[in-house]
């Protein structure tokens, strides 16, 4: 059986009454998916934050099934008005994937977690969480931005992973620390390094989080095969650049860089890092 806490909206603010400033939080038992729930909602001065115990219809990236069993894991989706052109959210996953990096390293995971590029956050080479953007530009030259991110807290049975065609290698929390995870005190992380880690994104953009990408990069010098747009290429991974792009060192030498894609681990040049 799989220990039980709900989500306790008290619980949450008390773990840091400042978050009261900034956010608007809702709790759900159920919904076809947090980021679908915010697409219905008008974004005041706050940024709208949507937690559920269950996703009817969970998603990741190219509208990928994610397994959202309830009460076990975290569903998240935080929604707001970003005050500049489309073009300047380049990079945001990344940044929003070094938040929940952060919240689970203050949580006590601090050993082999990795940011995967574009979307994903790793631990011993297994999934741990996702992350889902959905941006839309306004006709003022702003645009409005929903993120999705689910991360596995307690779930421990593959069974019904298995059964959902979630075939990929997964891990959790639980599994991680080897206890239950208090759920209430890592959502409140989470939300709390996230809007801390978008306020310094909307203010300088990706520059100043390219060192700490680098620390935590789980490609880097690995060779890699990405797939984009019907092609498939292989390369070392040089990290990324700038404008959140993937870079390869292709096989004659040459570097391409890459704005989307699927990108999986071949071999470990040098043994995994």
């Known amino acids: 059986m799989h220990d039980l806490e709900l989500y306790d909206k008290q619980l949450i603010l008390a773990k840091n009454k400042k978050l009261l400033e900034f956010i608007d939080l809702t709790i759900l038992e159920s919904v ?9 909602i008008n974004f005041t001065n706050k940024i709208a934050v949507c937690v559920a115990e269950e996703q009817t219809a969970g998603r990741g990236r190219l509208a990928r099934h ?3 069993p309830f009460g076990q894991n975290i569903y998240l989706s ?7 052109d489309i073009s300047s959210l380049v990079g945001i996953s990344l940044v929003v994937g070094l938040a929940t990096l952060n919240a689970i390293k203050e949580y006590g995971v601090v050993e082999n977690i990795k940011v995967k590029w574009p979307n994903d956050i790793v631990y011993d080479n297994k999934k741990l969480a996702g992350i889902l953007i959905d941006a839309n530009a306004e006709i003022n030259g702003t645009c409005s931005v929903i993120i999705g991110i689910g991360l596995n807290l307690n779930m421990m049975d593959d069974i ?17 620390i ?3 995870i208090d ?4 959502v409140s992380l989470l939300i709390s390094n996230l809007v801390a880690y978008i ?19 789980y490609l880097h010098g690995k060779i890699i095969t990405i797939s984009s747009d019907n092609n498939t290429e292989e390369g070392i991974c040089q990290g990324i650049d700038q404008q959140g792009r993937l870079v390869l060192q292709l096989n004659k030498g040459e570097f391409k860089s890459f704005a989307s894609g699927d ?5 470990f040049r040098h043994g995994p890092n």
């Open 263 to 267: 990108a999986s681990v071949k071999k």
């Open 183 to 186: 759920k209430n005190k890592m």
């Open 78 to 84: 935080i929604g707001f008005d970003f005050p500049k």
């Open 199 to 217: 306020k310094q994104f909307e203010l300088a953009g990706l520059g100043i989080f390219m060192e700490q990408w680098g620390s935590y990069d």
């Open 32 to 40: 076809s998916s947090t980021n679908d729930y915010l697409k219905t």
């Open 66 to 68: 994610w397994h959202s």
């Open 178 to 180: 080897g206890k239950t």
């Open 160 to 176: 019904d992973v298995i059964a959902s065609n979630t075939l990929k290698p997964w891990t959790s929390l639980k599994k991680i």
